[in-house]
């Protein structure tokens, strides 16, 4: 009974992240390409919660000796591929957003000059 508790207690954050993420999506406060890796993660997370034999497995497979720590780095490397996916997908956005700052400069320049041409225009005319 205390096998099942313990996985019943390490089930509930990976639920709750699956219904935080999924709430999100569906209030449109996510994309649903950036929810994926936390879906991902949150399932990944449930499956070894609810299933411990699997973490047991896994750790001894890797010469762990506390199959639940197995969980824990699991958890551990998808918050940093998703941390990492995110750092990508920011530092794309960064230079998206110098390029478009660096073109409106150029389009404002040159709107300045064609309104001074057409003052000066106006002034001759």
């Known amino acids: 009974m205390m096998s099942f508790l313990t996985n019943l207690l390490a089930a509930i954050p990976a639920l709750l992240l699956l219904l935080v993420v999924l709430e999100l999506v569906r209030r449109r406060r996510l994309r649903e390409k950036y929810a994926l890796l936390w879906i991902l993660t949150a399932v990944v997370l449930l499956v070894l919660s609810l299933w411990r034999g699997i973490a047991d497995s896994i750790a001894i497979t890797l010469g762990i000796a506390y199959g ?58």
């Open 68 to 125: 639940p720590a197995v969980i824990f780095a699991i958890a551990g490397f998808f918050f940093i591929v998703v941390l990492l996916h995110y750092s990508t997908v920011i530092s794309a956005l960064t230079d998206r957003t110098t390029v478009l700052a660096q073109q409106l400069a150029l389009v404002e320049q040159r709107l300045r000059k064609l309104e001074q041409e057409r003052q000066s225009d106006d002034s001759l005319g």
